[in-house]
């Protein structure tokens, strides 16, 4: 089984912090995702990574940066959080394939006070 | 564009009765398209997913989904509600990129 691991369930951090969200996925896969969940708002794509080093901008990148150093990690980047930042992290792992599906993590609740 | 539309955001059930969650989809390329279920706490996880090999896909935990053209539909069936289906489903597509598109989810809630 594919296991995708947060590095943190709970954050809470104060607005003007750098704040860093950890994944590691054990599975090789090439993709690797972060969303944001917010209720009624579904999950947002913030950035997906196809490769080492290589990064797409999602949806909502704003506010955001990404490093992918290696391949079974992602980490999301917070350079100064800010109270509209608090919310549920996902990430998230897949294969390349057209229908491969997303093998998620078990997320980080963030709270920026 | 694609666009994902889940009907209610919240649906009860009694205990044995049929679940019926709904999800209409708007593509214009051949979608693929996924169930996903989240737990209190937890993650997303895969429940099925449809990739034109058949319009009828079964998935785990009994859930079963019926692929319609026609109707632009991926309605998620189950034809008895147990206690521990309570979760918030999501329904998902992807026309084979990298993009995925989510429903806004519908939270289950089961009834004794």
């Known amino acids: 089984d594919v296991k995708v691991t947060q590095s943190s369930r709970y954050l809470v951090k104060r607005t003007g912090e750098k704040v860093f969200l950890e994944c590691v996925q054990d599975m090789d896969h090439e993709n690797m995702f972060w969303y944001r969940q917010d209720p009624g708002l579904g999950l947002r794509l913030i950035y997906f990574s196809y490769d080492v080093k290589m990064k797409e901008k999602g949806d909502i990148p704003e506010g955001y940066s990404v490093s992918r150093e290696k391949k079974e990690r992602f980490s999301l980047i917070l350079e100064s959080a800010s109270t509209n930042q608090t919310s549920m992290y996902l990430c998230?792992?897949?294969?390349?394939?057209?229908?491969?599906?997303?093998?998620f993590g078990n997320g980080t609740r963030l709270t920026v006070t | 564009a694609q666009s994902v539309t889940q009907l209610g955001s919240h649906v009860s059930v009694s205990e044995g009765a049929l679940v019926l969650l709904r999800c209409n989809y708007s593509s214009s390329v051949p979608p693929y398209l996924f169930w996903y279920v989240q737990y209190p706490n937890q993650g997303l996880q895969l429940l099925l997913k449809y990739t034109s090999a058949a319009t009828l896909v079964k998935g785990i935990n009994g859930f079963e989904a019926e692929f319609k053209k026609s109707e632009t539909s991926f309605h998620l069936t189950k034809p008895s509600a147990h206690m521990s289906d309570a979760a918030e489903y999501f329904c998902a597509l992807t026309s084979g990129t990298y993009k995925y598109i989510f429903g806004t989810g519908t939270r289950l809630k089961v009834l004794a």
């Open positions: 998230a792992s897949s294969l390349p394939g057209r229908h491969s599906p997303l093998h």
